[in-house]
């Protein structure tokens, strides 16, 4: 079937380290992004990306770094200098050809730092 | 700059009877209006969109939304709810040449009791 992959589901990281989360889809979307949620505050956009080897920075990258060597993977890497990591983050793709669509999200990672 | 406003926390309803989301907007120009739904420790889910003609939208399990250009809103509605109705909904908004750049709104947390 069709989706968007996220792994891991949970993970447990220790002040200080750096963490990959893992983000691919098989939907053949141009478009891939990357989204942080915390309770009450809706969701934050990250990073995103429109092609291959080309990203942008969304409202909240501090912290945050990305890389788009392939259409289908799009990992997010948490970095020690993000200041409050513990969220729940969910990735989105959407093809980009015939106007504004919906995005299709996968299941999420929820991080937490111990 | 675009922004979201779901002025309710949380929407309490008994099953069968109707439910009203509420969702407000600030954009320039045309909108582009989309509901999700997330359940618990999931993705989002596409819902519905407006992006032009009938003001009544209709979308997946019986929703529909209204957009209201004089009010700036687009309220989230089904005539009668179901307890699996149970969970958060997003209201986001773009606008004509941001592609699918989605400001999205705080949540609802709509709870349908039996």
């Known amino acids: 079937d069709g989706g968007i992959t996220q792994s891991p589901k949970y993970l447990f990281r220790k002040e200080g380290q750096n963490v990959t989360l893992s983000c691919e889809q098989n939907?053949?979307?141009?478009?891939m992004y990357w989204y942080r949620q915390d309770p009450g505050q809706g969701l934050r956009l990250i990073y995103y990306?429109?092609?291959?080897?080309?990203?942008q920075k969304g409202d909240i990258a501090e912290g945050y770094s990305v890389s788009r060597e392939k259409k289908e993977s799009f990992p997010l890497t948490v970095t020690s200098a993000q200041k409050n990591p513990t969220a729940f983050y969910l990735c989105?793709?959407?093809?980009?050809?015939?106007?504004?669509?919906?995005?299709?999200f996968g299941e999420g990672s929820r991080l937490t730092v111990l | 700059a675009q922004s979201v406003a779901q002025p309710e926390d949380q929407v309490n309803v008994a099953e069968g009877n109707p439910l009203t989301v509420k969702c407000t907007y600030s954009?320039?120009?045309?909108?582009?209006l989309f509901w999700y739904v997330q359940y618990p420790n999931r993705g989002l889910q596409f819902l519905l969109k407006?992006?032009?003609?009938?003001?009544l939208v209709k979308g997946s399990y019986g929703f529909e939304a209204e957009f209201n250009k004089s009010q700036t809103s687009f309220h989230l509605k089904k005539p009668s709810a179901l307890v699996s109705d149970s969970a958060l909904y997003f209201c986001?908004?773009?606008?004509?040449?941001?592609?699918?750049?989605?400001?999205f709104g705080g949540g609802t947390r709509l709870m349908v009791k039996p």
């Open positions: 989105a793709s959407s093809p980009l050809a015939g106007g504004p669509g919906e995005l299709f």
């Open positions: 939907l053949n979307h141009d478009a």
């Open positions: 407006y992006i032009t003609g009938d003001n």
């Open positions: 990306s429109q092609i291959v080897n080309d990203f």
């Open positions: 954009v320039s120009g045309n909108p582009y």
């Open positions: 986001a908004v773009t606008r004509r040449n941001a592609g699918n750049m989605l400001t």
